[in-house]
């Protein structure tokens, strides 16, 4: 597809579960970022792809929280044994750029996650 | 303190007029800055961005960065309803592996 693409792009779940969330970025972007919005909040960095690095895991809350990106392309956010803090709308961003330092990230929609 | 720092509002101006919206830092290794707009339930999108400090304008949109003060703000002429949203800054260093966003700042542009 033209844009980033997030699945599912709605997720209720009970609390203990675990969930996965999927990203697809732009074909031929080499950096992939997620991110957490909380309702009325900004955007919490979470983890970042770049290439073949190396992945930047700084922004993950917990080790319930991980993240892969299989074959410099798709990536899937899965978080263990879910919390209602956990309730959030999580983005996936891609960027063509090597360092990714311009800005220039395109967004998906986001996957709203519900904890019940 | 968080390394980004951005009043959430909400903003409320009537149509036609001047929109400031403000970010300061902390982290001096910030020097890519940039302001993105986000519909709600859609994801930010970029509006503008500047390297280092200075000026940039791009249409009813100007972009200031003051380094020295660790400010950043976000000018929004002739302002309209359809540009109601939320406006979210953003910035980097040159190992720019992370972009911090600030919390965003909601803004109503009343007709």
């Known amino acids: 597809g033209a844009g980033v693409s997030q699945s599912p792009s709605n997720k209720v779940t009970e609390k203990g579960k675990d969930v996965e969330l999927r990203c697809d970025p732009i074909s031929g972007h080499t950096a992939l970022y997620w991110y957490r919005q909380s309702l009325g909040q900004g955007l919490e960095f979470l983890i970042y792809?770049?290439?073949?690095?190396?992945?930047?895991k700084s922004g993950l809350p917990s080790d319930r929280f991980s993240a892969e990106r299989t074959g410099g392309s798709v990536s899937t956010l899965t978080i263990q044994r879910t919390q209602q803090e956990d309730s959030a709308v999580y983005l996936c961003a891609s960027s063509p750029r090597a360092q990714g330092n311009t800005g220039e990230l395109f967004f998906g929609e986001g996957s709203r996650l519900t904890v019940l | 303190q968080k390394e980004v720092e951005q009043d959430p509002g909400p903003l409320s101006v009537p149509e036609g007029a001047i929109v400031s919206l403000n970010c300061t830092y902390s982290n001096s290794a910030f020097q890519y800055f940039m302001w993105y707009r986000q519909y709600s339930r859609k994801g930010p999108e970029l509006l503008m961005y500047t390297y280092s400090s200075g000026n940039k304008e791009d249409g009813r949109f100007t972009a200031q960065v003051d380094k020295s003060s660790k400010y950043i703000s976000l000018f929004i002429r002739d302002s309209q309803p359809s540009d109601s949203a939320t406006y979210l800054c953003a910035m980097s260093g040159s190992s720019a592996s992370k972009i911090i966003f600030g919390s965003g700042t909601r803004l109503s542009i009343r007709p």
């Open positions: 792809f770049q290439g073949n690095s190396a992945p930047d």
